[in-house]
């Protein structure tokens, strides 16, 4: 297995009196798209920029790419190409010339015009920053970030704010960079983007890894099931609660309406129908409710929503 | 669809590519900037021109005014242009993340600071190239030969550096419209009170002391001194690279780049 393109231990971040970041460990595998997945204020744009060498970790380590972000910055920076979450240009620059600027940057930087085209940005390479799209500021920034045939990105909210046609075609090219060998780190607050792009995910939430995997792992272990039929009112549910294994529970809700939560499996559903048969009961609308990457976002970092 | 391949080929251009990449950029916004060409080149050359044809609205003491004038207006070109324009424009590049940005980009910091150095001579180049052919447009006679060519060059330099170094100090800690409001208003004061244009002979004589350790008094008198053809006055460049080690010290100790 080749080494990890990063490599992030026990870092700690503080703000003030506010922790940021708190003993968060991670590791990023060379040549996959990684999602950084987390509500506002989780510590996202934290880690990224500790990466990125823009903060030094006031405890813990980070190395990326096998190098030191800071100590070994100018070494490690034709090797990455970063994307801001916002700004990075000239207002008064025009889109082509930003990019011809950091291509120039560059040793072997991709033909300017390509990159443009495949982004959508062709019509507008004429016109200055600050008369761009929010979207297709982005585009460009992202184009910044790629120019330079870098190994490894790091994305910080790449799609914030872009229409569907424009969230589409970061997409393809996100997925396109990983098929070429380019190593990819994202943040990201939608879950359908993780879902869909990621080969990994880091669920974060108050400055920690609250847990990780693919996105398939996500949303099947230890998550929250749930079983729900309909019946005639008041089946003996006490009985189903015995031969449940523990950690699931049975309840009816409105008179008829019947739930089982917890870690469902095939022997659970086979345990229900037992009991089902025992009582000679043929339920309606039996449905098993498979929690998406949402719920394990909202399950794990509270629904509560945050500033 | 284009084959637009992605396949990683890494590395850095060459200093020197990066850096002129880097300057060029900065020329050209500058020239796009309506108000930053009225700074660097508008109003030196109204001052000038006015001031040649004004009669004696201004005091400008003993002398032809021409003479006076230009070496004035010399200084003040690149006080525009090393002060007041390098300080707004940092500070917008520090608001609109383009620092930021640059710190994870292959140019090194020094390298950001070389070609802040080459966009400033550039078009201080220009700026004293066109403010010295208005002059001897006007009937200036600069005296003295190379020497004279020499000691300006010293005293622009010296100059550069000091208004640089203070420029950078505001646009590294202030918010970009305050240093916009700071650096013009430093500029109108040190127009009016520092011996720019009216010499230091022309001030009352209680202000001399103070008014000759300003930047701009130092680098307008010694301008003055050497084309009228009286040498160099080195306390004048002391002055100023005085000022450019204290404002240079302060700001690697309190630039922020974000």
Redesign the interface.
């Given at each position: 297995m080749s080494a990890p393109a990063v490599e992030v231990s026990d870092l700690v971040m503080r703000y003030g009196r506010t922790l940021a970041v708190d003993a968060l460990s991670l590791t990023v595998e060379a040549g996959r798209i990684t999602a950084i997945l987390g509500p506002n204020g989780a510590g996202k744009t934290t880690v990224l920029e500790t990466c990125?060498?823009?903060r030094r970790p006031q405890s813990g380590e980070v190395r990326v790419l096998g190098l030191d972000p800071i100590r070994q910055h100018?070494e490690l920076?034709?090797?990455?190409g970063?994307m801001?979450q916002?700004?990075?240009?000239?207002?008064?620059?025009r889109a082509r010339?930003m990019l011809a600027?950091?291509a120039?940057?560059?040793?072997?930087p991709?033909?300017l015009d390509?990159?443009l085209?495949?982004l959508g940005l062709d019509s507008c390479g004429r016109t200055a920053y600050r008369r761009l799209s929010g979207g297709e500021q982005q585009r460009l920034g992202l184009a910044?970030a790629?120019v330079?045939?870098?190994?490894l990105v790091f994305l910080d909210e790449p799609t914030a704010g872009l229409d569907p046609q424009s969230r589409r075609a970061t997409w393809e090219l996100i997925q396109?960079?990983a098929a070429?060998?380019?190593t990819v780190v994202l943040t990201t607050h939608y879950m359908e983007e993780a879902e869909r792009l990621a080969d990994h995910i880091f669920l974060l939430d108050a400055g920690r890894v609250v847990t990780s995997g693919s996105p398939s792992d996500l949303v099947t272990s230890g998550a929250q099931n749930t079983i729900t039929f309909r019946a005639q009112p008041g089946l003996p549910v006490a009985e189903l609660r015995r031969v449940l294994p523990a950690g699931q529970v049975a309840a009816e809700g409105p008179p008829g309406t019947y739930r089982v939560e917890g870690e469902v499996t095939p022997q659970t559903l086979a345990t229900v129908t037992g009991w089902f048969a025992a009582l000679d009961v043929l339920p309606s609308d039996l449905t098993v409710q498979r929690h998406t990457l949402e719920d394990v976002f909202l399950e794990l970092t509270g629904k509560a929503l945050r500033s | 669809m284009t084959a637009l391949s992605f396949i990683p080929a890494p590395g850095a251009s060459r200093l020197p590519r990066m850096v002129a990449a880097h300057a060029r950029m900065e020329v050209l916004l500058l020239a796009r900037n309506g108000e930053q060409l009225l700074l660097a080149l508008g109003i030196p050359l109204l001052l000038l021109v006015g001031g040649a044809k004004s009669g004696t609205v201004v005091d400008l003491g003993s002398g032809r005014r021409i003479d006076v004038l230009t070496p004035g207006v010399l200084a003040l070109a690149v006080m525009s242009t090393a002060f007041t324009s390098l300080a707004i424009a940092t500070a917008f590049e520090r608001r609109y993340g383009v620092l930021k940005r640059l710190g994870a980009s292959p140019l090194p910091r020094e390298g950001l600071l070389l070609a802040k150095i080459a966009a400033l001579l550039c078009v201080e180049a220009v700026q004293l190239g066109v403010i010295c052919a208005a002059g001897l447009a006007l009937g200036w006679h600069p005296r003295g030969g190379f020497g004279t060519v020499a000691s300006c060059f010293v005293l622009v330099v010296a100059g550069t550096a000091a208004f640089a170094s203070l420029g950078l100090l505001l646009a590294g800690t202030l918010r970009a419209e305050a240093t916009l409001a700071a650096s013009n208003l430093v500029y109108v004061l040190l127009l009016v009170v520092g011996a720019v244009v009216v010499p230091l002979a022309s001030y009352p004589e209680s202000l001399h002391a103070v008014v000759s350790v300003l930047p701009s008094a130092a680098l307008a008198e010694g301008l003055r001194h050497v084309c009228s053809g009286a040498g160099m006055d080195w306390w004048r460049v002391a002055v100023l690279v005085a000022w450019a080690v204290l404002a240079g010290t302060l700001t690697t100790r309190t630039f922020r780049w974000e």
């Open positions: 990125e060498g823009y100018r920076m034709p090797r990455v970063v801001l916002s700004g990075g240009a000239w207002s008064a620059v010339e600027y950091v120039s940057l560059y040793a072997h991709l033909p390509d990159l085209t495949r910044m790629v330079g045939r870098p190994q396109q960079l070429d060998g380019v | -």
